[in-house]
């Protein structure tokens, strides 16, 4: 399996922006698909976004599009979340995973059973 490290969460102000970075080892990396995904305290994990291999295809969630987006550099083993306007309902941990597919809906992208593997998440907090 892959195994997942994400990182550049933090603590920003409403309207501000972050990029979170997502680096992977194990096996190949630029055959999988990668999503994100993110938890608010209380709430069930959402689906962010997702990428295909080969980065030319990307779905999003209705609620961040336009302000979100994913990206993927294959030589860096390593995908990108570009978070900008933020808002403080986008406070949650944000996790990036692994998925052996890519399918063009975020109904198909956002089921958490898809993904093989789970990085261990990264804090973000939007304060107003």
């Known amino acids: 399996q892959v195994q997942l490290v994400e990182s550049g969460g933090g603590l920003v102000q409403a309207g501000g922006s972050l990029r979170l970075s997502c680096t992977a080892s194990g096996r190949t990396f630029s055959r999988e698909a990668m999503g994100w995904f993110r938890q608010a305290p209380g709430k069930e994990r959402e689906f962010v976004t997702a990428?295909?291999?080969?980065?030319?295809?990307?779905v999003y969630a209705d609620s961040v599009k336009g302000r979100i987006t994913i990206s993927r550099d294959n030589a860096k083993n390593t995908v990108y979340l570009q978070m900008n306007s933020l808002k403080p309902e986008d406070t949650a941990v944000y996790y990036c995973?692994?998925?052996?597919?890519?399918?063009?809906?975020?109904?198909?992208?956002?089921?958490?059973?898809?993904?093989?593997?789970w990085g261990q998440g990264t804090q973000v907090t939007v304060s107003s």
């Open positions: 995973a692994a998925a052996e597919s890519f399918f063009t809906t975020a109904q198909a992208m956002g089921r958490p059973a898809r993904y093989i593997s």
């Open positions: 990428i295909s291999w080969s980065g030319d295809r990307t």
